[in-house]
């Protein structure tokens, strides 16, 4: 059974989206000593808008993480797990095609 080349560029950006993130979002943790999260963007001024890059590609990652933490703490629903994963799934298949059109771009890959 071979995958049709769509589907490989399809599954390359969804795998590079989400490492991305979890890279990203542990990098900022291991330099600022901080969780990454959404509440960055509360921060207000130039913290808030330096942090939006942040949040935007690490993102995917962010949003499983409390999605996982909130099944086993709150009991979500599956249905909300679910639909959580879906748009996780969505947002690194984005963010992945962007930073391999990046690296594309810089001539790096």
Do not use: C, H, Y
């Not at 979500?76 to 594309?104: C, T």
């Amino acid at each position: 059974m071979s995958l049709e080349p769509a589907a490989v560029e399809a599954l390359k950006s969804l795998f590079i989206g989400f490492a991305f993130a979890g890279l990203l979002a542990s990098a900022f943790e291991l330099f600022t000593q901080r969780r990454a999260g959404f509440e960055l963007l509360e921060a207000g001024g130039v913290r808030a808008v330096a942090s939006v890059p942040v949040v935007v590609f690490s993102a995917p990652f962010l949003i499983l993480r409390n999605t996982v933490r909130g099944r086993r703490i709150e009991g979500r629903p599956f249905f909300f797990v679910m639909a959580a994963s879906m748009v996780a799934s969505l947002w690194s298949l984005i963010s992945g095609r962007v930073v391999l059109d990046l690296l594309l771009l810089l001539g790096a890959a």
